[in-house]
């Protein structure tokens, strides 16, 4: 992989392949991005689960995206691996954002402020130091370890909802360790994987 261009998106292999959408959540550079997994109709949660999440609150195993499987975007290195936050298996639409609203960088959590904000993560690096950041993994869910190489669309680990995430998608992002600014992220475009569904269980 050659030095960044900022202007033009890097390809990658689909960190989650099959019906998804990548949103730009508020306070997210914009290439920073949220994956979530659609259903069939093409939501992100059935209308009747929707109405369960804002009233009595509803199991994350409801959402299309728990548990799905996550790819590795490019061949690289595991730089940093954290495999061991508990997920948050209830979720709760008012309750959650009340919660979030009030809470404090390591309120609750007996894990570090990192890990309570990202969950349990990757960071994969390249040989020429394109780097990948996937968040809100599945506890015990990894697949890989640090000091290990993965190849480009290697399953990794599963989408969980570790860390402060609200409902379960995989947060990722790119960066370059000799980019022009190595904190900014980079613009990326999904590779087109033919005839893969989600890999829902
Ligand atoms: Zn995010």
Redesign the pocket.
Known sequence: MSQPKQDSPLEIFPPVTGNIVLLS?RG?HPN???IYVLDAQGRRCAAGVNARYWTVGIDAGRCPTWECLVHAPFAAQVIKAENDVPDRIRLHGFKDRLAQRFRRPGDGDSVDEMSALIGNHLILQSDNGLTALL??LRQGSLLTLPGKTVEAGEPIARIGNSGQSLTP?L?FHLTHEHGKDPAIPLPFRLREVRGRRSDAQ
Do not use: L, N, V
Request: net charge neutral.
């Open positions: 959540t997210h920073s991005k949220d968040c809100h998608h947060h």
